[in-house]
């Protein structure tokens, strides 16, 4: 019997996919390498051990299949029932049994991954709504996975790192900040420019332009998306004055 494969056509849907289940495998590899007694450890997020970040990224997982289930059957499947739900549930999560943990952030991926592969093409822009209130294609599971998987491997404090990240990742990274900061930011609040080294653009909060009086954030790409998720203190990134940057804006 042969393998089943993707049902979906789009290119670039497809390196997406392929980007998502290699963070899961970066994530899973972290997650694999820290013995059972160091999953009580604090992770990199402040009041969540690595427990909370394992369990997290497996009932995430659970929570983006009921998202592709809600497109494929037309039947609303939020993601979450409230945001308490989703916090006492994370909290819950972190206290099962070790091995529980692990098996919560293998089986639930495995799921999704089964989910996204029996997508139809067509059925990948039908639309649900997110734990955020935004009405976006089921296509968006997939970097909201990406995200995920890639960012919390970082957080485990096992030796994952923004480097490590594929480029194609670290440059929606940068997209996706600005993206965020722009629906979040307070009218009349300062303007701020993302000036990456090693690559041939600049992002502006205020789109198409820099304005005179915003903040110029220069260093590698790495370092900005680093930077800007709080994966790193502000040391390898500078204003264009060569002054320390400002603290990053909220991002999620």
Known sequence: MSARTDLATDPALREMLLQARRGQAYFSRQLEELRDTELAGPSRLPGWSRAHVAAHVGLNARALTRLCS?????????????????????DLGATLPVRAIRHLSDHAAVHLDVEWRDLEPEQWTNEVVTAQGRTVPVGETVWMRIREVWLHAVDLGNGGRVADFPAMVVDGLLDDLIAVWRRKRVPGSPGLVLDPTDRDRVLALDPGSAGPDDTTVRG????????????????????????????APQWL
């Open 70 to 90: 809600w497109a494929r059957t037309g039947v609303p499947n939020p993601m979450y029932a409230s945001p308490q739900q989703r916090g006492s549930e994370i």
């Open 220 to 247: 590698t790409a790495v370092d900005l998306v680093a930077w800007g998720t709080g994966r790193t203190g502000a040391g390898a990134v500078r204003t264009a004055a060569g002054s320390p940057p400002p603290p």
